[in-house]
Every structure is written in C-alpha cells, then in structure tokens.
C-alpha cells in the first residue's frame, strides 16, 4: 500500500481540534475570462452527510463539481476533502472520491460489466474474482443484476445512470461527489437512490449531491445549499434554507361576514402586510412574518371586532421559492 | 479505504487501459474480418508475385523477393495509417463520450495511462500486423534476405508505428473534435513521408530520420531481385550512411536514436496533459532543450555533407541519377538553404513559444497560487511564469545554429575566397530575436486569439500581396520586395540575401531587398523591445494587484487567521 506523507492537510485536521469535514471549501471563485461561474462560495459539509446543491441551470453547480474532484484548477480558492487539500495532494484527494458526472457518460463499445470491472481494475480492487464479486455487489446496490451483460449502449438514460453509480461506488470513496444524479430515473429508481444515498451516508461516507429540482433534494438531503449565478444564497437543513430565502412569505386570505372595506384599510395598516386586494367576501393579501406573528394579527383582526368566518394559508413551495430566487438574480 | 495500488507502467498487460481495449477492440466478430481481409490480401500478394515470377522466368529467390515491398506496403497502410487513425480518434472519443473524466480520476500513473492507450487503441491494428508477418517470413525465408537487412527494417517499422501513434495520440488529446484529430494525425503522417523528406533535399537532413525512408533505401538492395538490387547498390554507395558530426552512423541506428528523441518528447507532452489537463505540452527547460537538440541534429547531419556536395539541392534531387564530374553547386542554392535554415528556426520557435507561454489567465491563476503559498515570485520553469527568457535562449541557439549552418556552406571549398563576417551572426540574433520575442511578449501580453489575428495581417498577408504583386510586372518588384519585408517570416531569406556576399539578387530587388531588409528588421526590433518593457509592466502590475489584493478569499482567510 502507498500512501502519500507530503499529505497537505486542513489545518483543523493538523491540530487536536475537531476532525476534519468531508468536504470544507473556502472562497472558491471560477472564472471562465470574464464570466464568474462561481463566486466566494464558502462551504462545510460534516461526514456522514447527504448533502445537497441545488440552482438553476447556470448557478455554477457543474464547475463547483468540477473543482471539487480536481478536475478544474479554481481561479482561486481552497478545497480539502477529508482534510487532504485537493490541488496540493491531487493524487490523494482523487483516490477519496467517486464522481458522477451530470449526464453520466459510458463507453459504448463496452458490456455493463466489462465497464464496471474496467474501473475494478483500475482501482485495483484485486483479483479478477473478487472485482467481478464486487462488480456483482454494486450493481445489487443499483437494481441492475439483470443487466450486466448488456451493453453499455442498449442502456436507457436511467439505467446508463445507475450504471455509473454503481462505478462511482465500486472502490467505496469515502467522499461522493454526483451531479444530476436523479435526473433521467423514475419514481421508483428515485426512491432506491435515496435509499442507497443514506445508507452510505449511514457508512461514514459523504455525499455531495446535485439538481435544480429542490423537490427532489430535499427530500434526499439531511442538509443543502442554493446557489444562484455562482453564488451561495443560503444554505442548512431544508427549514433552514426556506427561511434564509425569506419563505417567511406567504399569502393569507381572511372571509369574513361583513366590512369587508373596513377590515382591509385596518389590515393595510399592518407593517407586515402587502399587496392587499378584497374579493367578494375575501381580503386576499401577503404577509412577511413567522407563524407568530401570523398569529398576533389575526387576534388583532377578531379584537378589532371583525367577524371572521375562515381563514387560509398559503405557503409557496420550494420550488416557487427557487423560481422566484432564480428571477430575482436575473434583474440587473 | 485501503488506498490501491498504483499500477506499474511497464506491466502492459496488467495495465487496465490496455486490457480494456484488448476487450473492446479484439472482439471475434470485427477482429475475424479484419484479420480474415489481411490474410486474404497478404495471401494474394504473396500468390500473385510469386505466379508472375514463375511466369517471367525468374528464380525462386527472386520471385519471393518481389513480394517483400508489397508487404511491407500493406504493414505499413494498417500500421501507419489506420494505427495512427484509431489513435487519434479514439483518444477524441474519449472526451467526446465524456468518460475521459472517469481515466483522469483512476488511480493510474500518467505514464501507464499513456502506454495503456498508445498499445490499447491500436491493438487490432497490431493483431492485423501480426497476421501478414507469416507471409513477410516466407518470403524473406525464400527470397535469402540477410538477416542483416530486414531486421533494422522492421525494428524501424516498429519505431516508426510508435512514433506516429503517439503523434496520433497528441493529438488527440490536444485536438478537440474528433474528425479534425483523425485528419490532422493523418496529415501529420502524409506530411511526414512527403514534405519533411523533401525539406532534407534543402539541407535540413535530419527531418528525413523521422521516416522509414533512410532505412528503406539503404535496404532496397537486400530486398530487391538480386539483378535490381546490385543498381540500387552501386547508386547508394554514394551517400551509404547516416552522418553525425564526424562520427557514422547506419540509417537504421540513426532513424530509431532520432525517432527515439521525438517519442521521449511526445511521451513527457502525454504526461503532463494526464497529470494536469490544463499544463502546457512541454515545460519550458525541456522545449528548450528540445530546440536546441533539433539544431544539433540539424548541424551534426547537414555539415558533413557539405564537402561531399551532397548537401546541397541540385545534388540531392539528381541522387539517382549520374552527377556530372565538374558539377558544382550553384551559389543561389546556399543562399537560399541559409534562408530556408532560417525560416525553420524560426517557425520552430514560434511552435515552442506558443507551446510554453502563459496565457493571461494562466499568469493569473499561477500568481494566485504563489500568493496562497505565501510566495512574491513564481517558480522561473512554472507553467505560469514569463517564457520571454527561454525564447530569448532558444532566439540565440537559433541564431548560433543558423549563422554556423551559413558559415560552413558558404566558406567550403565550393564558393573560395567567400567568408561570413560575425557581424552576420549579430543580425540573424536580431532577426530570430525580433520574430521569437515579438510573438511571444504578444501572445503573453494580449492572448493566443489576438496572437492570431496578428500573424495572419502581419506574417502571411504581406507575403501574400508582395507575391502577387511581384508576378504582375517586373516594375513592381521593389514595391513587392518592400511589401513581403514586413512579414518576419520573411526576414531570415532577406538577411541571407543581403547579407552573403555570395548573394546575387535579381536586378530589380537588388536595391530594394537591402534596404527593406534593415528597414524591417529595425523597426522588427524596435516593436519587439517596446512589446517586452509593455510585457514586463503588464506582468508587475498583476503581480502588485494579486499579491496586495485585499478583496478575495485568500486574502479574507490571512486577515482571519
């Protein structure tokens, strides 16, 4: 076994301190002339974590991924993975990960398993029994046994994917960088790829996962980030995340029985409230606040003695969130 | 995770890249018609020459001689040829499928990853080689070629398929679309057999040892009929082997030494495009001993010819027929090999300085690093560093190359009483200075796109319009003269021209051709000077704003720390 001693490492690792994180990424700024890909992000992901990034198409996801397996010089910026600083160790910070790519290429003159022990064999997962033993576990892992000798190009779009996921987990890296990795699958190879994700995570191993469907991600990820046009816009646990987007907005519709007028201008009145429209019996309106707040004034509304006959809540969902994110950064 | 281990680049068999090309390309069902087409067609040569030769009464021996060449043919279309294609195409293939991603993260030493592709891409075409060798054996066997003969032949075969495949690997790897790499190792390879032996007819002799053909020719009589060989004998004692400086050499140990050069350095090229994707081919040392090696080679093969006379063109294009007892070569041909050296130390460099200059992005990525490293200054021999240096240098050894290259034909025995002053050395550095160092501060400073644009209006157009203008009337010679001095590609045939004392130019340039020679050449100069301090600001001015910036993360982390 060789293992590189000119190890560059975290300095967090260095010390006694905490251990590293699995992937810890400072300031990183890509720059294609003068176009930003991504701009500062500043990043921390603990082992053991599904993790997960989400953007629009353009956010920078792809060149962070790239980056990240040491694919791509940064124009500047720092990466440790497992506390090795990827651009001075490359050798080592490329053995502890498993990429898949957005896409998920594969040789077409290839069979499934000719590809998978290609890499088996490259990764030096010994002998030829036990690489095609590990071949035949990881394609378990991905449902796809009964397509081993199959060519790599009779794969539809979403077997091609869980082919390359089960390469990705062939020589079992401790850090998993996918990207776009649910895009293609059906619901129930969804459901089997977020099973497979946490029980790796469950491993020790970190995954670092990619999509512009937040839908999907958070319901993949223990935690996750957005970027938007190279930047990071917030990032934690899902609720976390809606309320660093300020999904504090929500729009409320009162019906009450009678001053429908009345009720409006003392609503209006209200710091928290905007863009106000009455319907008939309903005053229709937005408001910016917590649940306590939404609580205070609809006390405040029955005490001023309006008579309220329902009241409704209607949260934007995290994909209208992302939208709206999306739109907002695209104005000058 | 135990950590695998690497593979080592000398097991080929081992090596997975290889393998999984043995499993791609070696399939029975496609390698089953190739090998079944060459057998097919190995066999009817074989018949073929063999039938003609009962025919025409000839001995056994030479009837199996006659089908030596054909073979060789044939090896050298599926090698050469074909080999070189699958090279460059499936290198493009890779990265055009996206999977090359997948070989640059595998935990393979950038050497086995190279051989793994050099032997791997082309197996079948090895496979179909190999099936024809039988039929060559025959008929060696029964033809009584010496063994003396067709094995320096075939180890060059060897060299040469090498030598190409890894031009064809080059390119692929550099070359980005997949039909532009197949065309481009092709032409490189059509090239290789057509201009390049042509250019050993102008004194650059040493470009024909990167062919077969030196070894070809020097076993054409062993492997001819015994009656045909004998002429081609008596015709080869003229030049009957390779020479280096004072020392002989057989072309097969001379073609495979240079050959071995050029593969060392596409090998270090492969290597660091594994390691980094993003490096340049060569780093600047070695492209700097690289240059200077070439005009060692150059030297060392072109000045022992001299005396002889066989250096010089009207010489070597009659090789093959009887040279006239009182021939002497012509005084236009020296001045235009001296140009002719010129021009391709100059282009050479130009090729070197595109492959070791930084690009604007590059310097600035390489001053981020040294900042990050806590450095002021970049490793002189870094990918990011000024290459302005290692131009001057290989400026100069061109200059020494080409000015010892005209001395020596010029002051030999054929042209008394001529001498080349060393003075003359002093405007060829400035002419190779002007050309080397005003590309390379521009392409430094503004780009490799910019860079472009220049060489087109500034290099060929003029010679473009100058030649057209020339032919219209003899009237306009001296504007066209004027006119193609701008290029400073056409600066080292106007300094051989005006500089020689055994230059005799046309009347009508005579005047002109001087005078656009200095002119050129000082404000070449000039140009080339103020483009260098430009660079040198440009470059104190990044490193001061990248070094001092407080704005980025770098800078953020020193101030937390």
Same mark, same amino acid.
């Given at each position: 076994m060789r293992v590189s001693h000119n190890r560059m490492t975290n300095p967090i690792q260095a010390g006694n301190g905490p251990p590293a994180p699995a992937i810890d990424i400072r300031y990183l700024r890509v720059d294609y002339g003068d176009f930003v890909?991504?701009?500062e992000l500043t990043l921390t992901v603990p082992a053991g974590e599904v993790f997960g990034l989400v953007g629009p198409n353009g956010a920078g996801k792809t060149s962070t991924f790239r980056v990240l397996t040491t694919l791509m010089e940064p124009t500047y910026g720092e990466v440790f993975l497992d506390g090795v600083d990827a651009f001075e160790d490359i050798e080592s910070a490329r053995r502890i990960i498993g990429y898949m790519p957005d896409l998920a290429p594969v040789p077409t003159d290839l069979k499934v398993w000719e590809f998978l022990d290609f890499h088996a064999a490259a990764y030096g997962l010994g002998h030829r029994k036990q690489r095609l033993d590990r071949v035949a576990e990881c394609l378990a892992e991905v449902a =796809?046994?009964? &397509?081993?000798?199959?060519?790599?190009? $009779? =794969?539809?779009r979403g077997q091609t994917q869980r082919v390359v996921l089960a390469k990705t987990l062939l020589h079992r890296p401790r850090v998993l960088i996918l990207d $776009?990795?649910?895009?293609? =699958?059906?619901p129930l190879a969804r459901r089997d790829l977020r099973h497979t994700l946490r029980k790796l995570a469950a491993t020790g191993a970190t995954v670092f996962v990619s999509s512009h469907i937040l839908s999907e991600l958070a319901e993949m990820c223990s935690s996750l980030c957005v970027m938007n046009r190279g930047r990071l816009l917030a990032s934690g646990t899902v609720d976390q995340v809606r309320e660093q987007l300020g999904s504090t907005e929500r729009v409320l519709t009162a019906t009450l029985l009678a001053r429908h007028a009345e009720a409006g201008e003392w609503l209006s009145? &209200?710091?928290?409230?905007? $863009?106000l429209r009455i319907a008939g019996q309903q005053v229709i309106f937005g408001f910016k606040g917590n649940d306590e707040a939404q609580a205070d004034l609809m006390d405040g509304l029955i005490r001023s003695g309006f008579r309220l006959r329902a009241f409704e809540e209607k949260r934007s969902s995290f994909e209208d969130l992302l939208v709206e994110v999306a739109e907002t950064n695209r104005r000058p | 995770m135990s950590l695998p281990i690497p593979h080592s680049p000398w097991k080929l068999w081992g090596n997975p890249i290889f393998r999984r090309y043995c499993r791609s390309r070696l399939r029975l069902r496609s390698l089953g018609v190739a090998l079944l087409l060459m057998v097919l067609i190995a066999g009817f040569i074989v018949g073929l020459v063999s039938s003609i030769g009962v025919r025409s009464h000839q001995s056994p021996m030479d009837a199996a001689r006659t089908g030596v060449i054909p073979l060789l043919v044939l090896q050298g279309i599926v090698l050469f040829v074909l080999g070189t294609a699958q090279v460059a195409g499936g290198m493009t293939a890779e990265r055009d499928e996206g999977v090359i991603d997948y070989q640059r993260l595998i935990p393979m030493t950038p050497l086995a990853k190279v051989l793994g592709y050099l032997f791997g891409l082309p197996i079948r075409e090895y496979a179909m080689f190999f099936v024809t060798l039988p039929f060559t054996a025959w008929s060696l066997w029964r033809g009584e070629v010496a063994l003396s003969v067709w094995l320096p032949l075939y180890a060059v075969v060897l060299s040469s398929a090498l030598l190409y495949h890894f031009t064809g690997l080059v390119t692929g790897t550099v070359v980005r679309n997949r039909r532009w790499a197949f065309l481009i190792s092709i032409g490189l390879v059509f090239c290789l057999y057509t201009v390049i032996p042509q250019m050993a007819k102008f004194g650059?002799? @040493? @470009?024909?040892?990167?062919?077969i053909t030196p070894v070809f020719e020097e076993s054409l009589p062993g492997l001819l009929p015994k009656s045909a060989g004998a002429l081609m004998q008596t015709v080869q004692r003229l030049a009957p082997t390779a020479k280096f400086f004072n020392l002989d050499f057989s072309e097969a140990v001379f073609t495979v030494f240079s050959q071995g050069g050029l593969i060392l350095t596409f090998i270090i090229m492969l290597c660091r495009k594994w390691r !980094?994707?993003? +490096?340049?081919?060569?780093g600047k040392l070695w492209a700097t001993g690289f240059f200077i090696w070439i005009q060692i080679l150059l030297l060392g093969n072109a000045l022992p010819l001299i005396d002889p006379g066989n250096l010089f063109p009207s010489r070597a294009f009659s090789r093959m027929v009887q040279v006239l007892p009182d021939w002497a070569p012509n005084p236009a041909e020296a001045v235009a090999m001296s140009g002719i050296y010129g021009v391709v130390t100059l282009l050479l460099i130009c090729v070197l300085a595109f492959i070791i200059t930084p690009s604007p992005d590059h310097q600035l990525r390489g001053w981020r690093r040294a900042r990050k490293q806590g450095e002021?200054?970049?490793?002189?021999? /870094?990918? /990011?560093?000024?290459a302005f240096w290692f131009v001057v240098v290989m400026a100069l050894a061109g200059a020494v190359g080409w000015f010892l290259f005209t001395r020596a034909i010029v002051e030999s025995? !054929? @042209?008394?009483g001529h001498l080349v002053p060393l003075r003359v050395l002093g405007f060829f550095a400035a002419v190779m200075l002007a050309g080397g160092v005003g590309l390379q501060t521009l392409l430094e400073a503004k780009g490799a796109r910019f860079v472009g644009m220049t060489a087109i209006f500034v290099g060929v157009v003029p010679i473009m319009a100058g030649t057209v203008l020339g032919t219209? +009337?003899?009237?306009?010679i001296p504007l066209a003269s004027w006119l193609v001095g701008? +290029?400073?590609? +056409?600066l080292p045939v106007y300094a051989s021209g005006t500089l020689l004392s055994l230059a005799e130019l046309p009347e009508q340039a005579a005047r002109a051709v001087p005078r656009a020679f200095h002119f050129w050449l000082f404000v070449a100069v000039l140009v080339a000077g103020w483009l260098a301090v430009r660079l040198w600001a440009v470059r104190q001015a990044m490193a001061r704003t990248i070094l001092t910036a407080r704005a980025d993360g770098a800078s953020h982390q020193r101030d937390r720390s």
């Amino acid at each position: 076994m060789r293992v590189s001693h000119n190890r560059m490492t975290n300095p967090i690792q260095a010390g006694n301190g905490p251990p590293a994180p699995a992937i810890d990424i400072r300031y990183l700024r890509v720059d294609y002339g003068d176009f930003v890909a991504v701009d500062e992000l500043t990043l921390t992901v603990p082992a053991g974590e599904v993790f997960g990034l989400v953007g629009p198409n353009g956010a920078g996801k792809t060149s962070t991924f790239r980056v990240l397996t040491t694919l791509m010089e940064p124009t500047y910026g720092e990466v440790f993975l497992d506390g090795v600083d990827a651009f001075e160790d490359i050798e080592s910070a490329r053995r502890i990960i498993g990429y898949m790519p957005d896409l998920a290429p594969v040789p077409t003159d290839l069979k499934v398993w000719e590809f998978l022990d290609f890499h088996a064999a490259a990764y030096g997962l010994g002998h030829r029994k036990q690489r095609l033993d590990r071949v035949a576990e990881c394609l378990a892992e991905v449902a =796809l046994s009964d &397509q081993r000798d199959k060519w790599c190009k $009779e =794969l539809s779009r979403g077997q091609t994917q869980r082919v390359v996921l089960a390469k990705t987990l062939l020589h079992r890296p401790r850090v998993l960088i996918l990207d $776009e990795p649910a895009s293609g =699958l059906d619901p129930l190879a969804r459901r089997d790829l977020r099973h497979t994700l946490r029980k790796l995570a469950a491993t020790g191993a970190t995954v670092f996962v990619s999509s512009h469907i937040l839908s999907e991600l958070a319901e993949m990820c223990s935690s996750l980030c957005v970027m938007n046009r190279g930047r990071l816009l917030a990032s934690g646990t899902v609720d976390q995340v809606r309320e660093q987007l300020g999904s504090t907005e929500r729009v409320l519709t009162a019906t009450l029985l009678a001053r429908h007028a009345e009720a409006g201008e003392w609503l209006s009145a &209200q710091p928290a409230v905007h $863009e106000l429209r009455i319907a008939g019996q309903q005053v229709i309106f937005g408001f910016k606040g917590n649940d306590e707040a939404q609580a205070d004034l609809m006390d405040g509304l029955i005490r001023s003695g309006f008579r309220l006959r329902a009241f409704e809540e209607k949260r934007s969902s995290f994909e209208d969130l992302l939208v709206e994110v999306a739109e907002t950064n695209r104005r000058p | 995770m135990s950590l695998p281990i690497p593979h080592s680049p000398w097991k080929l068999w081992g090596n997975p890249i290889f393998r999984r090309y043995c499993r791609s390309r070696l399939r029975l069902r496609s390698l089953g018609v190739a090998l079944l087409l060459m057998v097919l067609i190995a066999g009817f040569i074989v018949g073929l020459v063999s039938s003609i030769g009962v025919r025409s009464h000839q001995s056994p021996m030479d009837a199996a001689r006659t089908g030596v060449i054909p073979l060789l043919v044939l090896q050298g279309i599926v090698l050469f040829v074909l080999g070189t294609a699958q090279v460059a195409g499936g290198m493009t293939a890779e990265r055009d499928e996206g999977v090359i991603d997948y070989q640059r993260l595998i935990p393979m030493t950038p050497l086995a990853k190279v051989l793994g592709y050099l032997f791997g891409l082309p197996i079948r075409e090895y496979a179909m080689f190999f099936v024809t060798l039988p039929f060559t054996a025959w008929s060696l066997w029964r033809g009584e070629v010496a063994l003396s003969v067709w094995l320096p032949l075939y180890a060059v075969v060897l060299s040469s398929a090498l030598l190409y495949h890894f031009t064809g690997l080059v390119t692929g790897t550099v070359v980005r679309n997949r039909r532009w790499a197949f065309l481009i190792s092709i032409g490189l390879v059509f090239c290789l057999y057509t201009v390049i032996p042509q250019m050993a007819k102008f004194g650059l002799v @040493f @470009f024909k040892y990167l062919t077969i053909t030196p070894v070809f020719e020097e076993s054409l009589p062993g492997l001819l009929p015994k009656s045909a060989g004998a002429l081609m004998q008596t015709v080869q004692r003229l030049a009957p082997t390779a020479k280096f400086f004072n020392l002989d050499f057989s072309e097969a140990v001379f073609t495979v030494f240079s050959q071995g050069g050029l593969i060392l350095t596409f090998i270090i090229m492969l290597c660091r495009k594994w390691r !980094w994707s993003e +490096s340049h081919l060569l780093g600047k040392l070695w492209a700097t001993g690289f240059f200077i090696w070439i005009q060692i080679l150059l030297l060392g093969n072109a000045l022992p010819l001299i005396d002889p006379g066989n250096l010089f063109p009207s010489r070597a294009f009659s090789r093959m027929v009887q040279v006239l007892p009182d021939w002497a070569p012509n005084p236009a041909e020296a001045v235009a090999m001296s140009g002719i050296y010129g021009v391709v130390t100059l282009l050479l460099i130009c090729v070197l300085a595109f492959i070791i200059t930084p690009s604007p992005d590059h310097q600035l990525r390489g001053w981020r690093r040294a900042r990050k490293q806590g450095e002021t200054t970049l490793p002189r021999r /870094a990918d /990011a560093a000024t290459a302005f240096w290692f131009v001057v240098v290989m400026a100069l050894a061109g200059a020494v190359g080409w000015f010892l290259f005209t001395r020596a034909i010029v002051e030999s025995r !054929w @042209f008394p009483g001529h001498l080349v002053p060393l003075r003359v050395l002093g405007f060829f550095a400035a002419v190779m200075l002007a050309g080397g160092v005003g590309l390379q501060t521009l392409l430094e400073a503004k780009g490799a796109r910019f860079v472009g644009m220049t060489a087109i209006f500034v290099g060929v157009v003029p010679i473009m319009a100058g030649t057209v203008l020339g032919t219209i +009337s003899n009237r306009l010679i001296p504007l066209a003269s004027w006119l193609v001095g701008i +290029s400073p590609v +056409s600066l080292p045939v106007y300094a051989s021209g005006t500089l020689l004392s055994l230059a005799e130019l046309p009347e009508q340039a005579a005047r002109a051709v001087p005078r656009a020679f200095h002119f050129w050449l000082f404000v070449a100069v000039l140009v080339a000077g103020w483009l260098a301090v430009r660079l040198w600001a440009v470059r104190q001015a990044m490193a001061r704003t990248i070094l001092t910036a407080r704005a980025d993360g770098a800078s953020h982390q020193r101030d937390r720390s």
